[in-house]
């Protein structure tokens, strides 16, 4: 088993004076898919905010790669490719050069022939590579920012929300794409409502209510990866709540 | 260096930060080209003039019988030339005379009579270079400035820059970026226009460093406003009012203030007082008026006595006289305008933008101690007309037409080597 590339233990983080992450306990591995469930204000995206250093925690600690997020943030963030949830480009610039630009920002290039590559992964249809993204729908946004980072080849890809505006096609060929991530050895950290996308992908899937880890499942081989019915059971009953 | 040129291909590849910046660079090279042509046509007003005199004194040689009358009917150009940095700020040259036709006659009436102006002609000021500047420019800097970060935030893109590694080097290489691009927009008609008009390079760089301060200044006001976290809408009427407040109202009060705290005589007044004083004179015993003369001027005391009713020496002392008489308020009027410069120094340091704006006018050679300089001259000059006619009319020396040649001059590039950079 590989060493885990994100650790937080016992971490308290609070925000307008309310305890939004109370003792979370989390590792991602590399090479594993981990989704990370929870009912609104569970703590989901502050926990994606956190290891990206954006927030910094009240007490416990967060390592990515060995680094502290909140004392060494960039080299937490040359390690990290993220997906936000409401994917938002320069409108005035084509998927392409939205592509290089945001590349440019992490201090990279990548090759015409990478390029084409990652937009025929994502399936964003050739024509929309060099229009102005002003006129893309939120699922060719989507497509674009999974490209970028599938672009910049990371150990690690956070993702919030990623298959929210996607068709189901382009949702199955993403699920596809994060497979081969994990077959790289990429850790993934995926923030999801989505209960049936996440047990068809994640290799783990943690339940999260008031801020830490209340349960935790694991994939086991075979096509049933995981028993859907406690599953559906603990996240409909922890949304009810 | 990449960081920088990134940044600013990106920014050009929005079309409103093109427009903006063409539209300031537009204006900049157009207030640039009006301020050189409105300098030629002062310099040639001033060549033109120069030369007038020496038919002008072709003339008075045809019919002078004698010292007094050369000295009565001679007029001498004094011009007070510009600057080579006039042009970018044409300040009080467009109000105050740049030319004035002095004779040896009573002066302060002759310093005072073309200061009164049309006040609607004065009133919206000059399309300048210091105009885009100091009320433009600001402009620009505030639009492009406002939502660097929170417009951001406001399309949902702030998360995802913010992921990036050196993400704090980004939000520094936008600011420095846009602060450049504007100081360029102005910097490159300025140095063109200091080209064409052979300014120093001391007095240009000097410009640019106003140039770049008043960048600085609300590049900073911007970021100050911007970090407050408010959405763009906000920053943008915060902004805006703050930019009123500096450039409009804050001087303006400052101006009133100024005015208030030191009152001082309009120059009309001293030009009506003198005038009153001087015709008295007609009506004053010839005697009295020329004894008055000599306690002052004993120098002049051993002249001959008057034989005749009029004679030149008589009507000359009693136009020194009228001056004589309005010489304290002559000197509280200057004192006056000194501290009211004094003063409005004082106030730039308060509002910067006011004080840049002085700078620049300093620069330029057109602002108040500038126009009290002037004024100064031409005083010595004057006094220096007198030196050379009293004695024709004092000691009663034939006066002949090659005398005209010994006539002082009054030396119109005094201005310009003064003010083509010594701030």
Known sequence: MHEPVIAIRSLKLDRGGRAV??????????????????????????????????????????????????????????????????????????????????????????????????????????????????GFSKGMRQKTAIALALLRRTPILLLDEPTTGLDPAATHEFNRLLGAQRDRGVAVLMVTHDLLGAAQVADRISMLRGGRVVREWTASPGPERFALAPLYQAFTGESAQ | MSTLLREAAFLLRQRSAIVGVLILTLLATLATGLGLAEVARQQDSIARA??????????????????GSAAYYSFHVAA???????????????????????????????????????????????????????????????????????????????????????SRGLWGARVLVRALIVFAALGVPLCAGAMLSGAAPTGVLAALGVVALTVVFWTAVSLAVARSGWRSAVNATSLAAIWFGLTLVAPSAAHLVVNAIVPMPQGAELLRANREAVHAGWDLP?????????????????????????????????????????????????????????????????????????????????????????????????ARLREFYYPYMFNEQPFRNTDFGLAPRFDTGAGSSRASGQP
């Open chain 1, 21 to 134: 992450l109370d003792g979370l306990d989390l590792e991602v591995r590399a090479g594993e898919v981990h989704a990370l469930l929870g009912g609104n204000g569970a703590g989901k995206s502050t926990t994606l905010a956190a290891i990206l250093g954006f927030l910094k925690p009240g007490s416990g600690s967060i390592h990515v790669g060995g680094h502290c997020p909140s004392r060494e943030p960039d080299e937490v963030r040359r390690a990290i490719a993220f997906l936000p949830e409401n994917v938002a480009l320069y409108e005035h610039l084509s998927a392409w050069e939205n592509l290089s630009y945001f590349l440019s920002l992490a201090g990279e290039t990548r090759e015409p022939a990478a390029m084409e590559q990652a937009l025929n992964a994502v399936q964003l249809h050739a024509q929309a590579w060099n229009t102005r993204a002003g």
């Open chain 2, 50 to 67: 120069v030369a007038l005199q020496a038919i002008d004194e072709a003339a008075v040689a045809r019919f002078v019988e004698d010292g």
């Open chain 2, 80 to 166: 007070d030339a510009p600057s080579n940095l006039a042009f970018a700020a044409l300040g009080q040259r467009d109000l105050a005379p740049f030319i004035m036709r002095i004779r040896a006659l009573a002066l302060e009436g002759q310093l005072y009579e073309n200061e009164s102006t049309n006040p609607e002609v004065a009133l919206p000021g000059r399309f300048d270079f210091a105009f885009v500047l100091f009320y433009l420019a600001p402009l620009l800097l505030i639009a492009l400035l406002h939502d660097l970060v929170s417009g951001e935030r406001e399309a949902g893109r702030w998360t995802l820059l913010q992921s990036a590694p050196r």
């Open chain 2, 286 to 382: 010839q005697d009295a008026t020329m004894q008055r003369f000599f306690v002052t001027h004993p120098e002049w005391s051993d002249t001959p006595a008057l034989r005749q009713p009029f004679h030149w020496k008589w009507y000359f002392a009693f136009q020194q006289l009228g001056d004589e008489h309005v010489a304290r308020q002559s000197q509280e009027y200057r004192d006056g305008i000194a501290r009211r410069e004094a003063l409005a120094r004082t106030a730039g340091w308060v509002l910067p933008p006011l004080g840049l704006q002085q700078a620049l006018h300093r620069l330029a050679g057109t602002d108040g101690t500038a126009q009290l300089a002037y004024q100064q001259r031409v005083r010595e000059f004057h």
